[in-house]
């Protein structure tokens, strides 16, 4: 089992940044691929980024390129989401996901936080 908290959603204006954060235990988290993913109210699930665990690759939904970033710190065993130049779309709850395929699909994801919402005011 993989126990994932995320932290650091808030309300922010357009135009703002927040930093997300996700902190990993149980299994040994190096084996997972970790990944952002959001729901928007009456939305499916959307992908939104990916980071491999030891390598380092990303990947990310063509609608967040060049704003936001995911990164970890493996000493800490914890994935972060920088999110700059923030838009009224970004509006959603925010989860953290870890799968053993580097995926860009939520069906990839065995494992799930319990989400963050992320409120950008325009």
Known sequence: QVQLVESG???VQAGGSLRLSC???GRTVSRYAMGWFRQAPGKEREFVAVIKWSGGSTRYADSVKGR??????NAKNTVY????SLKHEDTAVY?????????????GYPYWGQGTQVT???
Do not use: E, F, H, P
């Open 23 to 25: 902190a990993a235990s």
């Open 9 to 11: 959603g808030g309300l």
């Open 120 to 122: 950008v005011s325009s």
């Open 81 to 84: 989401l920088q999110m700059n």
């Open 95 to 107: 989860y953290c996901a870890a799968g053993t395929w580097y995926s860009t699909n939520k069906a």
């Open 68 to 73: 936001l970033t995911i990164s970890r710190d």
